[in-house]
């Protein structure tokens, strides 16, 4: 429709009117903040009279269809039998007795908080220079984890053209199977790409024996809705499990990627992470699989869960610098492990673990769907999924509260 919201200026907000932006399946003009009905002074702010069924209804109504936006405090022209024509008349703002920055808060957990299963990625925005107050402007991403109930009634709502309709059976059928969809096409994604590893098809020659394959793919990638352009990408945030300082350019995307000469010489990746230009990321490693002090191959889980959890905080950085919403798929894959064994250097581990039995371990799948969720909790169910391979029977990232331990 326009750029995005957090690029918004007032002048964003005025150019609505002055062009005469029609409602439609995806903007939708609010006079004020839907207003409790038992409410009866008229002199409480839009904040403080807030109907939170109402509002909520209308976000969750744009996630369950194509996404949109919410602007609140801009009235609707009316034809002369009363009948809204979905142009904007007038631009008052809203009465607020709050900093914007609090209401933006407060709406955008409210929104969390009162959505089943939560709605995130909502964004708002308050402008001031209006007459009454500010104009607040939400808006909403398609979601991937839809469909989203109000927790209040229970009921679901979807977006059709200018209006907002209760969804009916067949339309939350075809919703929950389109999520279902979803998680299978990241599946097949990432088993594509472990095919294309596994015949030594990626950027550049990797060296040989076990390796990690991380894929961080986000939702909102899998139809279009996202581009990245690589050439203007935060480098410094592409960053492979433990190093690589080269880059370059190949047929899939942007990578970094650090090497070694094999035993013949020729220069392996020891470790390299591309990104697509869909916004899916893949690191690669086999630096990290390191041998244990018997000279055999091994898994040292704790540096394993670190080198992860540090690129995947690096990656989300960069998936907010660029604007790409939650919810992301997470996938693990040790690859050419059999027969691996734990390193205990860094562990307190005296009892017997045993061989890695399976030449590849798919970690459990995750759905990021958080940006203020605790990361190390998130990551959790596949590094205890990791450590049970080798013998043991949790991570030993964790404290005893389940606390990331760094």
């Given at each position: 429709m326009?750029?995005?919201?957090?690029?918004?200026?007032?002048?964003?907000?005025?150019a609505?009117l002055?062009?005469?932006?029609?409602?439609?399946?995806r903007?939708?003009?609010?006079?004020d903040f839907?207003?409790?009905?038992l409410?009866?002074?008229?002199?409480?702010?839009?904040?403080?009279?807030?109907?939170?069924?109402?509002?909520?209804?209308d976000?969750?109504?744009?996630?369950?269809?194509?996404?949109?936006l919410?602007?609140?405090?801009?009235?609707?022209?009316?034809?002369?039998?009363?009948?809204?024509?979905?142009?904007?008349?007038?631009?008052?703002?809203?009465?607020?007795?709050?900093?914007?920055?609090?209401?933006?808060m407060?709406?955008?957990?409210?929104?969390?908080d009162n959505?089943d299963?939560?709605l995130?990625?909502?964004?708002?925005?308050?402008?001031?220079?209006?007459?009454?107050g500010?104009?607040?402007v939400?808006?909403?991403a398609?979601?991937?984890?839809?469909?989203?109930?109000?927790?209040d009634?229970?009921?679901f709502?979807?977006?059709?053209?200018t209006?907002?309709?209760?969804?009916?059976a067949?339309?939350l059928?075809?919703?929950?199977?389109?999520?279902h969809?979803?998680?299978?096409?990241?599946?097949?994604f990432?088993?594509?790409?472990?095919?294309?590893?596994?015949?030594?098809?990626?950027?550049?020659?990797?060296?040989?024996?076990?390796?990690?394959v991380?894929?961080?793919?986000p939702?909102?990638?899998?139809?279009?809705?996202v581009?990245?352009d690589l050439?203007?990408?935060?480098?410094?945030?592409v960053?492979p499990?433990?190093?690589?300082?080269?880059?370059?350019?190949?047929?899939e995307?942007?990578?970094?990627?650090a090497?070694r000469?094999?035993?013949?010489?020729?220069?392996?990746?020891v470790s390299?992470?591309l990104?697509?230009?869909?916004g899916?990321?893949?690191?690669?490693?086999?630096?990290?699989?390191?041998?244990?002090?018997?000279?055999?191959?091994?898994i040292?889980?704790?540096?394993?869960?670190q080198?992860?959890?540090?690129?995947?905080?690096?990656?989300?950085?960069?998936?907010?610098?660029?604007?790409?919403?939650?919810?992301?798929?997470?996938?693990?894959?040790?690859?050419?492990?059999?027969?691996?064994?734990?390193?205990?250097?860094?562990?307190?581990?005296?009892?017997?673990?045993?061989?890695?039995?399976?030449d590849?371990?798919?970690?459990?799948?995750?759905?990021?769907?958080d940006?203020?969720?605790?990361?190390?909790?998130?990551?959790?169910?596949?590094?205890?999924?990791?450590?049970r391979?080798?013998?043991?029977?949790?991570?030993?990232?964790?404290?005893?509260?389940?606390?990331?331990q760094?």
């Amino acid at each position: 429709m326009r750029r995005p919201l957090a690029e918004w200026t007032t002048d964003d907000v005025r150019a609505l009117l002055t062009e005469q932006v029609r409602e439609d399946s995806r903007l939708d003009y609010k006079e004020d903040f839907p207003r409790n009905r038992l409410e009866r002074d008229p002199a409480k702010s839009s904040l403080e009279a807030l109907d939170r069924k109402d509002l909520v209804a209308d976000v969750t109504a744009f996630a369950n269809a194509a996404g949109g936006l919410l602007i609140y405090g801009v009235s609707e022209e009316r034809d002369s039998a009363g009948v809204s024509t979905g142009l904007p008349e007038s631009a008052a703002g809203l009465l607020c007795v709050s900093p914007i920055d609090k209401v933006e808060m407060r709406l955008t957990s409210l929104v969390r908080d009162n959505t089943d299963p939560p709605l995130h990625g909502v964004l708002v925005r308050g402008f001031d220079g209006f007459s009454k107050g500010p104009i607040f402007v939400v808006e909403v991403a398609r979601s991937w984890a839809a469909p989203h109930a109000v927790k209040d009634n229970g009921r679901f709502y979807r977006r059709h053209g200018t209006m907002n309709a209760p969804m009916d059976a067949s339309s939350l059928r075809r919703a929950f199977l389109q999520s279902h969809d979803l998680l299978n096409e990241i599946r097949r994604f990432h088993l594509d790409r472990l095919a294309v590893i596994g015949r030594d098809e990626q950027p550049m020659p990797l060296m040989e024996g076990g390796r990690i394959v991380v894929h961080v793919v986000p939702f909102a990638s899998l139809d279009g809705q996202v581009s990245v352009d690589l050439q203007q990408l935060d480098r410094s945030r592409v960053r492979p499990l433990t190093s690589g300082e080269l880059d370059g350019y190949g047929l899939e995307g942007y990578f970094r990627y650090a090497y070694r000469d094999d035993a013949q010489g020729r220069q392996k990746a020891v470790s390299y992470a591309l990104v697509f230009g869909t916004g899916a990321i893949e690191a690669v490693d086999t630096f990290v699989l390191a041998g244990s002090g018997s000279g055999k191959p091994g898994i040292r889980t704790r540096g394993i869960e670190q080198a992860i959890r540090s690129a995947l905080e690096s990656y989300l950085g960069l998936y907010a610098r660029v604007g790409v919403v939650p919810p992301f798929a997470l996938t693990i894959t040790l690859a050419g492990v059999r027969g691996y064994t734990l390193v205990t250097s860094d562990l307190d581990v005296t009892a017997p673990v045993r061989p890695v039995a399976k030449d590849t371990l798919h970690l459990p799948d995750l759905i990021l769907t958080d940006p203020a969720e605790d990361l190390g909790r998130a990551l959790r169910p596949a590094f205890d999924a990791l450590s049970r391979s080798v013998g043991l029977p949790m991570s030993r990232s964790y404290d005893s509260a389940g606390n990331w331990q760094r």
